[in-house]
Nanobody, 124 residues
Framework: QVQLVESGGGLVQAGGSLRLSCAAS????????MGWFRRAPGKEREFVAT????????YYADDVKGRFTISRDNAKNTVYLQMNSLKPEDTAVYYC?????????????????WGQGTQVTVSS
């Protein structure tokens, strides 16, 4: 049974930082692409960042590029999202997700397992 468990969310002031973690279990972590998505109140779930199975390739949404960094530790079955220079518009529930195959993707429908999410709130 595949499980993805996010942690590290919380309340932070604008300009601050948070590091999200997602611990995976249930299948060979190093064979899967990982992604981070978010859903803000009243909006659809949207892509944030994705990383290839070996960490060599990463892609970001335009509005987080230069502020967020995705990384993974295959020995720990964990993917991270370092978020710096946070803005109030980054407030959302953040989800990690896992995708079969070697190629990163920005598409929600290409990920087959999802975590339950962790709330990030950025105050102004």
């Amino acid at each position: 049974q595949v499980q993805l468990v996010e942690s590290g969310g919380g309340l932070v002031q604008a300009g601050g930082s948070l590091r999200l973690s997602c611990a995976a279990s249930g299948r060979t972590f190093s064979r899967y692409v990982m992604g981070w998505f978010r859903r803000a109140p009243g909006k659809e779930r949207e892509f944030v960042a994705t990383i290839s199975w070996n960490g060599d390739s990463t892609y970001y949404a335009d509005d987080v590029k230069g502020r967020f960094t995705i990384s993974r530790d295959n020995a720990k079955n964990t993917v991270y999202l370092q978020m710096n220079s946070l803005k109030p518009e980054d407030t959302a529930v953040y989800y990690c997700a896992q995708r079969p195959g070697p190629y990163p993707s920005r598409r929600v429908d290409e990920y087959d397992y999802w975590g339950q999410g962790t709330q990030v709130t950025v105050s102004s």
